[in-house]
């Protein structure tokens, strides 16, 4: 099964780059030819170029909810999200979207999606240290996506 782990964030935007420190160590971890690491800053359609061709992809990235505390760690599919599918406007594509584009394309989309998120309490301060609480998230997120390897 050709798989991706996907890390997405921005790494200078404190706990944005939580998926991207994650996949960093499964990446140092990992000794598998069947498994992509990769990480992303894309979103919308440019996901699309990232996860086309793989049977599986573990996404990882960070989220904000509301009434979570910083660094609790989320096990979801795309189907978690209620977000309505709008095909208006190239940046008002989510991640649903995209997917369902790429289904209407024809495209050799995912047939398994997974996504770890770790819910972030910084996403809009420039450092490239991720908050306590996220950096401490860190080690279980990382043994949840080799567990899902497995």
């Not at 991207?20 to 359609?45: C, F, H, M």
């Not at 819910?119 to 998230?137: G, H, L």
Request: with cysteine; proline share 5%.
């Amino acid at each position: 099964m050709k798989t991706l782990v996907l890390g997405m964030g921005n790494p200078i935007l404190s706990d944005d780059a939580v998926g991207i420190r994650v996949v960093q160590e499964v990446a140092n971890k990992l000794d598998d030819p069947s498994v992509t690491v990769a990480e992303s800053s894309l979103a919308g359609l440019g996901l699309l170029d990232c996860v086309t061709g793989y049977d599986r992809v573990i996404i990882v990235d960070a989220i904000q909810t509301e009434g979570k505390s910083a660094g609790c760690i989320y096990r979801m599919g795309p189907e978690d999200f209620s977000c309505s599918k709008r095909l208006s406007a190239p940046h008002q594509i989510n991640l649903i979207t995209a997917l369902e584009l790429g289904r209407r394309l024809k495209l050799a989309m995912p047939r398994e999606i997974t996504i770890l998120a770790v819910e972030a309490e910084d996403i809009a301060t420039f450092s490239e240290e991720c908050t306590p609480a996220v950096e401490q998230a860190i080690p279980a997120v990382v043994e949840m996506v080799l567990e899902e390897l497995k």
